[in-house]
């Protein structure tokens, strides 16, 4: 009897699924009960502390020679997969780091061929138990966004920029800046010449040379970013992004105290030197 496509991704997405639980119940004893860990978290931010604690727990129950190989450091093969690094003078990874680089697939060493199937199986079986949650809290997140972006003051940190909230971005409610904060970084700004303009609750921070006009992102706590562009300016945003014109970026520390001016006209004087060769 001819399967229907449906039916064949299914079978073999579920002789894969038996085919990498095989795996853990293989596992040496006694890492296959910390194996069977990821499937009691409950959001994929347990899972991820489940990864972390899995590889340390690994490695603590991994015997070790305890002397070392022609004062190289102690080194072990992985107790997983049993794979050791091609090296004329010992036979294993370094322990603890080259172990874990090994399991964790770090750098450019080759992944254990146990942990990479497992991180598989448990990805799938993670994307299936939270992604309907996971959803849920997106579509809240977004319409709290849209409700704040209603009434919190908003800020443009580049050319033709849209309107961000504090915490926009990269930046979060914990590392951004309070209302003192934003103040004070504002105090700072114009101490090293900056204008501030204010159109309803939406703020830009320029200063404009001859040649340049620099944005200042001021939102994160600790620290102001400064971000150079070449003028003149199109009129409208060039379809590829302002990226083309930006010639330079910096950052001034909030723990720096002295000689800010002449330190900003330093850094835009290099910039201007660099783009001049």
């Not at 080759?110 to 199986?121: D, G, I």
């Not at 994307?127 to 849920?136: G, I, P, R, T, V």
């Not at 930006?246 to 909030?254: A, E, L, M, S, Y």
């Amino acid at each position: 009897m001819l399967r229907s496509k449906d039916d064949e991704i299914k079978r073999l997405k579920e002789e894969l699924w038996f085919a990498r639980t095989t795996i853990i119940d293989l596992v040496p004893a006694p890492f296959c009960e910390f194996f069977r860990g990821y499937y009691h978290c409950n959001t994929r931010s347990e899972g991820y502390e489940w990864r972390r604690n899995l590889v340390a727990e690994i490695i603590e129950n991994t015997p070790v020679d305890d002397q070392e190989n022609f004062g190289f450091q102690r080194t072990t093969r992985c107790p997983l997969c049993d794979d050791s690094p091609s090296h004329f003078y010992r036979d294993g990874f370094t322990f603890p780091e080259g172990l874990r680089r090994h399991l964790t697939g770090f750098g450019n060493t080759n992944q254990c061929s146990v942990m990479r199937e497992v991180y598989a199986l448990v990805r799938d079986y993670w994307n299936d138990k939270f992604s309907e949650q996971e959803e849920l809290e997106r579509e809240e997140e977004h319409r709290l966004k849209q409700e704040r972006m209603k009434t919190e003051t908003l800020y443009i940190t580049e050319p033709f920029g849209t309107p961000e909230l504090v915490d926009s971005s990269s930046y979060s409610r914990k590392d951004s800046r309070n209302e003192e904060g934003i103040l004070w970084a504002e105090e700072r700004l114009k101490t090293m010449g900056f204008s501030a303009v204010v159109d309803d609750r939406v703020r830009t921070h320029t200063k404009e040379y001859d040649d340049f006009i620099v944005y200042a992102d001021l939102r994160m706590n600790k620290k102001i970013d400064f971000e150079v562009y070449s003028k003149p300016l199109p009129k409208r945003r060039p379809s590829r992004g302002v990226y083309k014109y930006r010639v330079g970026c910096f950052t001034f520390q909030d723990s720096w105290k002295h000689g800010l001016p002449e330190k900003f006209e330093k850094r835009i004087n290099d910039i201007r030197e660099r783009k001049q060769r």
